[in-house]
């Protein structure tokens, strides 16, 4: 049983799984120009692009960029029920704290722990000091309007909203998945730390298959609802908005993070210029297939429109659930 688990080079080729060495040399450093990296590493300037290209994304409340001006995070959210406070150049979910409701100088997480404004300014502190940062440079928080999740996902995720991570090629969707946080992850919708991974099918929407630490679930560990259930809604506005990623950026291989706002419909959260290999265990299917076909399809002379490189895609990489 235990070495049921692990398997040979040999068969992960065999089925297109993609390795680290592989992404990083044949697709990240062939298809994605270094100097564009800080559009997507700085979750600011990501934000900015965004927005002049259309995109719908959480609004923003404020930025705090300096210790002399930490304490004046109480003032700045006084008039929001819930927000988010982030550093601007995070990754994997680190430094994110998440306040649902605030009154009297307590503030509630979504699992119900309470803490004071001295643990907010602190979290702050930290932040500027590039404690949750790619390399550990010093950063500015980025302080947001909660995400209204749709209540279509009640009972998918918990203590967190959901995420949607899809895989961009050259400007084609190739590959998605929903990442559905858990209590074992702290309500943060990271794989590694125990979050659900389902993978979702680019036809349809609809789930196909989910893990959790790499291993196939079919319920929620906590709320017990059943995953094969799960159908996004909205899914081809989405995978458009997640397509168009491509022309905001200019990077040729990215993973755009999608969530869907209950008023406001499919977001974009963050884009990623090295977006990890877990959407493929999350899929039950290797990625090479796919950005092969894609790359076999050369340079057009014009370059279709988003919405006519998500049908390509969905005609052809559709899947069939394997629930």
């Known amino acids: 049983m235990f070495l049921s688990r692990y398997t040979t080079p040999w068969r992960l080729r065999e089925r297109g799984i993609m390795g680290m060495n592989k992404r990083n040399h044949s697709y990240i450093g062939r298809y994605n120009d270094r100097s564009l990296y800080p559009l997507v590493d ?30 004046e995070i109480h003032d700045m959210v006084r008039d929001w029920p819930g927000f988010v406070i982030k550093p601007a150049q995070g990754s994997g979910g680190k430094g994110i704290l998440v306040i649902i409701k605030h009154e009297n100088g307590l503030y509630t997480k979504p699992s119900g722990a309470v803490i004071n404004k001295q643990d907010v300014e602190r979290h702050i502190t930290n932040t500027l000091a590039g404690l949750f940062s790619l390399g550990g440079k010093n950063d500015v928080a980025m302080v947001e309007n909660l995400i209204q999740f749709d209540n279509v996902f009640d009972g998918f995720s918990f203590e967190g909203v959901p995420d949607i991570r899809v895989i961009v090629f050259k400007g084609y969707p190739v590959m998605a998945m929903m990442r559905c946080s858990t209590a074992a992850s702290d309500g943060k919708a990271n794989l590694h730390q125990g979050a659900v991974g389902v993978g979702i099918d680019i036809a349809s929407g609809k789930a196909v298959r989910a893990v959790q630490f790499n291993l196939p679930v079919e319920r929620h560990p906590d709320t017990e609802r059943l995953l094969s259930e799960l159908t996004v809604p909205n899914w081809l506005k989405l995978l458009e908005l997640a397509a168009s990623a491509w022309e905001m950026t200019g990077l040729g291989y990215l993973g755009t993070d999608m969530v869907l706002d209950k008023v406001k419909g499919p977001m974009v959260l963050e884009l990623n210029a090295r977006p990890g290999l877990a959407i493929q265990t999350a899929n039950g299917c ?17 370059m279709p429109s988003p919405a006519e490189r998500v049908a390509y895609a969905a005609e052809q990489f559709g899947a069939k659930p394997q629930f």
């Open 42 to 71: 700085d979750k600011l300037k990501t934000k900015i692009i965004a927005q002049r290209a259309g995109a719908t994304v959480p609004e923003l409340i404020g930025v705090i960029r300096s210790q002399v001006h930490v304490k």
């Open 286 to 302: 290797g990625l090479l297939p796919r950005l092969h076909h894609i790359e076999s399809l050369g340079t057009p002379s014009k």
